[in-house]
């Protein structure tokens, strides 16, 4: 089962001062229900709790990005692109469970949240400009 430290971890351990725990527990609820809504019988209890994972994750961080938006008034290039790999990853392990295939990566450690803009949006987020 996906728990809300597991999310924060794949996000590289985001802290609670930039995602509510309660957002995450609602993102790995929605997880939970795309991915059984698309697994494979034949797909691992691993697989789903990684694909639920990535899912998770992805939707976290969209939440995440959501929020800097509404503190700064835009959502930089990095944080964007880094949207986009998520939302690729998460496609793809949304795949694997759907034809239960159990040859994925290792997902501990795949997706790394940028210093930059980590200090970015606590710079723009206590400073007030944009």
Not at 42 to 54: G, I, M, Q
Not at 69 to 75: D, F, H, L, Y
Request: hydrophobic letters at 40%.
């Amino acid at each position: 089962m996906v728990e809300e430290q597991d999310v924060r971890d794949f996000l590289n351990k985001i802290t609670t001062d930039r995602l509510h725990a309660d957002s995450i527990a609602k993102q790995i609820e929605i997880a939970n229900v795309i991915v059984e809504n698309e697994k494979s019988p034949e797909a691992s209890e691993e697989l789903v709790e990684d694909a639920t994972l990535v899912q998770a994750g992805y939707l976290s961080y969209l939440a995440y990005a959501t929020e800097f938006e509404r503190s700064v008034g835009k959502v930089p290039m990095p944080m964007l692109i880094h949207i986009d790999r998520l939302e690729r990853l998460a496609k793809q392990f949304l795949g694997y469970v759907k034809r239960g295939d159990s040859t994925i990566p290792n997902i501990a450690g795949l997706l790394v949240v940028t210093d930059t803009v980590s200090k970015r949006f606590r710079t723009l987020r206590y400073s007030g400009s944009s």
